[in-house]
């Protein structure tokens, strides 16, 4: 008899199966959760099913293995035993989170339940049991919703805007009360209602009851997280970060503790620093009396946590405790997620967090001043894709002294932006496919919305916090965002966004500042980054800049270790400044015909090609000499001494001259030809084949006098420079 194979593995009470080096197997959440027991942080029991068993499911016609039916039931037995509550009883039920973990983090791609094993009998029982009927009823309408959508497929349909449970809780709110009231002023006899209508629409949308069993509850959840690994959103994402499909998702079952109990509770998300600057705070935000997906879902703006410190000052302490003791173990950033219930407090999630390039950097470098990492490790905590961010523009000083802030929001992805406002992802796609800038302008983001968000060059949004989906995904994205700017009044049937009394249509431009979480109308000027403006435009003093400074002690590491020397495309001085400014080595192409296109060297140019004789060809090509030695002497005293390879005149000669009978006209009357003579040339020098024409070495074999000058301007600008000491 062959070893069972171990498909569950357990945690809680400081006691775990697992640890924080088995991601592929457990997925990010299921080992760090497992970490987090091991290390003595309060994490609720529960257990962790393996990626193995999503692997199976896939290629076994979504089905399991036989073991794990029994194993899974063990796990529930584990849980029941350590909190003396059984699941689905009727005095004491136990209720679960049933949520996702892949081995790399895809924030909001895959679906969670929360507050499962409730039903008609164990709600009663869970008022009876926490002396509070409103709470027991919020976890239930929470539960059926949660269910409805993620296994039963109440979905929105084509035209809705809006989440079918959403559009029931707002008909209610109106009805009940006038107006669209925050949640936790629903009453429990508002809850039971609501209760009563979702089940109405999960019999008429999905055709089937709400199932009352927690077991069959049980086994679907783990079922549609199993299932959300290939869905639409989950697809894209994966597609987007080089997330292998074969990697899988594990499924994590976790004793609920709840942030909804009353004042006294709550959830929240925080990074260990600031995820968007990078600086050394304690960085996140908190509901009073909400459960996490309440926080992330952005349907109520959370407060900063550092009100928390007022608010439950035994809490906060704990947590900035909490705080310490995951960056001294995991070495890095962590982005987690916590529950306070009745004053106490769970940790329910830690990961590595998503950050923007500019906070990446600042990560790194002081990290390493702190003797948490070396300064290899350092290096490779900055991906090279985020080190464009860190360049890349901010508004203009001058262009936005003179414009009018017309919202504040918070800052969740810093840089500027511009562009046509959208206010659904489809069109947003659609727009930019056509070459327009787009900002995707929503009340609240969700995963569906994740195409518009990568085709927009920002995000902006009524509702949400900083740790928002739109927050979480802009940052590691790169996007420029703006959340929770809440005086925006966004109507999707008229695709207008009103605010300050002006009306903005679809097609209108905005402007954010991610940095500042500031909106405004129309398209404003952006200027260079601050690295930019210390390297290239020496506007700005290096000590002034801390951005700046730490970018260069970065760049100082790499070199350190860098075997690869990288030379640049370059064709003028400027190109060629920028590019050792940033560390080239050299120029590896400097192409000779980007040259010949400024001021009037094109008509000299154009009077060599239109010549018939070769003393006219030369006369022409005098002319342009004094232009290429220039350049080529500019370019050598840039790269005092480093290596170029200059490539001479390539292009097919009629990419120099004008094709329409207008310009060409023009061209004759300027050289004193006939339009004839300028027509017959383009077309006898016209080329199917632009890749295997008159160019290049062919070039200079038919017309050497072309080489020769461009050969005699190159060792004449070095003759030049070298006496000059270069």
């Avoid at 593995?9 to 080992?31: E, H, P, R, T, V």
């Avoid at 590691?476 to 009306?503: F, H, N, P, W």
Wanted: net charge neutral; aromatic share 8%; proline share 4%.
């Amino acid at each position: 008899m062959g070893k069972t194979k171990k498909y569950v593995y357990l945690f809680g009470n400081k006691k775990a199966d697992g640890n924080g080096a088995m991601k592929a197997l457990l997925g990010g959440k299921g080992a760090n959760l497992a970490e987090m027991t091991r290390i003595g942080l309060p994490v609720p029991p529960g257990f962790t099913i393996t990626t193995d068993v999503c692997a199976y499911y896939y290629q076994n016609k979504k089905s399991y293995p036989k073991e794990l039916d029994s194993q899974v039931r063990s796990g529930v037995e584990f849980i029941e035993k350590i909190l003396a509550k059984k699941f689905g009883d009727l005095e004491k039920p136990l209720l679960v989170s049933v949520r996702s973990g892949a081995r790399d983090s895809m924030p909001g791609m895959m679906d969670t339940i929360l507050n499962l094993g409730l039903n008609d009998q164990t709600v009663r029982a869970l008022a009876r049991l926490s002396n509070n009927e409103r709470f027991a009823w919020d976890c239930y309408r929470r539960f059926v919703q949660m269910y409805g959508d993620v296994v039963m497929g109440v979905q929105k349909r084509a035209g809705e805007d809006h989440e079918p449970f959403e559009i029931v809780i707002h008909g209610l709110k109106h009805e009940r009360y006038g107006a669209d009231i925050e949640d936790t002023v629903l009453k429990a006899d508002d809850l039971k209602e609501l209760v009563a209508r979702f089940k109405a629409l999960i019999k008429e949308r999905a055709g089937s009851e709400f199932p009352q069993d927690p077991w069959k509850q049980l086994w679907g959840a783990v079922g549609a997280v199993f299932g959300s690994w290939m869905n639409d959103r989950a697809i894209v994402y994966r597609r987007k970060y080089n997330i292998p499909s074969e990697w899988g998702t594990a499924v994590n079952v976790q004793a609920m503790v709840y942030g909804n109990t009353g004042d006294n509770s709550g959830s929240g998300v925080a990074f260990t620093r600031d995820p968007a600057t990078g600086e050394k705070v304690f960085y996140g935000e908190f509901l009073i009396n909400a459960q996490g997906e309440d926080v992330v879902a952005g349907v109520r703006t959370p407060e900063p946590v550092s009100q928390l410190k007022q608010q439950m000052p035994h809490a906060y302490a704990e947590l900035e405790e909490i705080r310490k003791t995951l960056e001294s173990h995991f070495k890095d950033v962590q982005d987690f997620e916590f529950t306070i219930e009745d004053g106490e407090v769970f940790m329910l999630q830690t990961r590595n967090g998503k950050r923007t390039g500019l906070a990446a950097v600042r990560f790194a470098v002081e990290m390493e001043k702190e003797k948490l990492i070396d300064w290899k490790t350092a290096i490779r905590r900055v991906p090279a894709d985020q080190l464009d961010q860190v360049l890349a523009p901010v508004f203009d000083r001058k262009a936005i002294k003179s414009a009018k802030c017309i919202a504040r929001g918070l800052p969740a992805g810093p840089g500027a932006a511009s562009g046509k406002l959208y206010l659904n992802a489809e069109r947003a796609v659609e727009a930019a496919g056509k070459g327009e800038k787009v900002l995707l302008v929503r009340n609240e983001t969700s995963p569906e919305d994740l195409r518009g968000m990568i085709a927009a060059e920002g995000i902006l949004t009524a509702k949400g916090g900083v740790s928002s989906h739109a927050a979480l995904v802009a940052r590691q994205m790169g996007k420029v965002c703006v959340c929770g700017a809440s005086v925006l009044q966004i109507d999707y049937a008229s695709r207008t966004v009103t605010v300050g009394g002006e009306t903005y249509r679809e097609g209108d431009a905005l402007s954010i500042n991610g940095t500042a979480g500031e909106v405004y109308p129309g398209d404003i000027k952006t200027a260079a980054s601050e690295v930019v403006q210390v390297l290239i435009e020496e506007s700005l003093e290096p000590k002034e800049s801390r951005t700046y400074q730490m970018f260069k002690k970065l760049m100082d590491w790499c070199a350190q270790v860098s075997e690869l020397e990288i030379r640049t495309n370059a064709d003028t001085p400027e190109q060629t400044a920028n590019a050792i400014a940033f560390g080239a080595t050299g120029i590896g192409l400097c192409r000779t015909e980007h040259m010949f296109f400024e001021g009037d060297r094109i008509d000299a140019m154009r009077e060599m090609i239109l010549a018939e004789k070769i003393e006219d060809r030369k006369k022409a090509l005098a002319k342009l000499l004094p232009y290429q030695k220039d350049d080529f002497a500019a370019i050598f005293r840039e790269l005092k001494g480093l290596p170029a390879t200059i490539r001479f005149l390539d292009p097919p000669l009629h990419e120099f001259l004008p094709h329409d009978h207008a310009a060409q006209n023009q061209l004759a009357q300027k050289l004193g030809v006939s339009v004839d003579k300028v027509s017959q040339r383009v077309k006898e020098l016209h080329e199917f084949n632009p890749m295997l024409g008159f160019r290049g070495c062919r070039l200079g074999l038919v017309y050497p006098e072309i080489s020769e000058m461009q050969a005699r301007a190159v060792f004449e600008a070095a003759a030049e420079v070298q006496k000059k000491g270069v």
